[in-house]
């Protein structure tokens, strides 16, 4: 049997396959505190549209954490809110020091003209800091764009890939993660474990698809049908195994990565009563844990 899944790998997307915590992100509690101080700072006066603003964002990146927690969707609006909150700060600074600038005008005494050149050092110093944080903002969309497009090429990278398993073995999930199934004819000849020419060609695929699924533990199986004893059909499910591992790290598969495992007859995926149901259980099996298709 061979699944028609055209999908692409689950690669920067769930490395652990566990579920996000629902614990507020770094980035999160550091905008929470920013508002909080804001919240209680000449912002509130002389800048409440940019705090209200600030406080729009802040509540979007409490949505989405709500939505998708600890995603980087919600870490970006979380740094997007608390970069927003500074900013309303830094404008309220600006202003009040316009308006000190603005009374040290009115004034002729020597003390009102030192407090005016004060103003003025915060004005420059506000704004310093605003063209700093504007620049971090610009750097942060040009990092978020920059690995937006890694994921695209890497996304379609595996496309291609697993295009071309699907001509010729079987790609589907379950319970363990993406399963890759190879007919054992297709790779040995009988009652032996050396691969045929045309396999290497064939594994050769497989092992590009793999090098896609950077540090996922990948595990081979062998397989029998249930003719010959069950010592022999163990130990030569383990050589298949062992054989298709050994090709698979040549190609470039991490061999730390690698296991293989001879199953001999069990686990059967049909009946063993007709020809057709034993060579579908003449199989090696190629399981990636914790990747699954889209």
């Known amino acids: 049997m061979k699944a028609r899944f ?9 490395l652990t396959g566990a579920c996000a915590s629902r614990q507020p992100t770094a980035e999160l509690v550091e905008a929470r505190t920013a508002y909080q101080r804001a919240s209680t700072g000449p912002a509130v006066k002389a800048n409440p549209a940019g705090l209200y603003e600030a406080k729009q964002a802040l509540d979007a990146a409490e949505r989405k954490q709500e939505d998708k927690p600890g995603s980087d969707d919600a870490k970006n609006l979380a740094y997007i809110a608390d970069r927003k909150i500074k900013l309303a700060e830094a ?5 009040l020091a316009q308006t000190e600038e603005q009374n040290g005008r009115n004034t002729l005494a020597q003390t009102q003209a030192n407090q005016l050149n004060q103003a003025r050092g915060q004005v420059e110093q506000a704004r310093t800091q605003l063209d700093q944080q504007r620049a971090q903002m610009q750097l942060t969309q040009q990092q978020l764009d920059t690995e937006r497009k890694a994921r695209e090429e890497a996304d379609k990278r595996a496309k291609d890939a697993l295009d071309r398993l ?10 363990r993660g993406m399963v890759i199934t190879l007919s054992g004819s297709v790779l040995f000849e009988t009652n032996k474990a050396d691969l045929m020419p045309a396999a290497r060609a064939r594994l050769s695929e497989v092992a590009q698809a793999l090098k896609e699924v950077e540090g996922r533990k990948i595990n081979v199986l062998g397989f029998t049908d249930n003719v010959g004893n069950d010592d022999y059909n163990k130990q030569l499910s383990q050589k298949r195994a062992e054989s298709v591992r050994s090709f698979l790290v040549s190609q470039g598969v991490r061999e730390d990565l690698v296991t293989a495992e001879g199953r001999g007859k069990s686990d059967p995926v049909a009946s063993n009563a007709s020809p057709e149901g034993r060579a579908n259980n003449r199989r090696v099996e190629i399981v990636v844990e914790g990747a699954n298709k889209k």
């Open 6 to 14: 055209i999908s692409v790998f689950a690669l920067a997307v769930a």
């Open 91 to 95: 404008n309220a600074r600006l202003l």
């Open 166 to 175: 699907n001509a010729f073995a079987s790609v589907k999930d379950d319970p």
